[in-house]
């Protein structure tokens, strides 16, 4: 089974705050932050845009670890 991560990216003087999405091979997608209400929205949406891009099916449900969100497919 592949997992999704997803992490904060800092806002710079030149560019905004983004949220990266990644797996273990090295795919990726990043998109702007604050798309949505909560922190962990955000990254949902980054990491259905990443599963988009990817052609990836199924649910997903995800959860906190230190630095971010992982997301795995339920059955």
Request: zero cysteines.
């Amino acid at each position: 089974m592949k997992a999704i991560t997803t992490k904060s990216i800092a806002a710079t003087n030149t560019k905004p705050e983004k949220v990266k999405a990644f797996d273990e091979d090295g795919n990726s997608y990043t998109t702007s932050a604050g798309l949505a209400q909560t922190v962990k929205d955000t990254h949902k949406i980054a990491a259905l845009g990443f599963m988009h891009k990817y052609d990836w099916k199924g649910e997903i449900i995800g959860g906190s670890v230190k630095g971010g969100y992982v997301w795995v497919f339920t059955p």
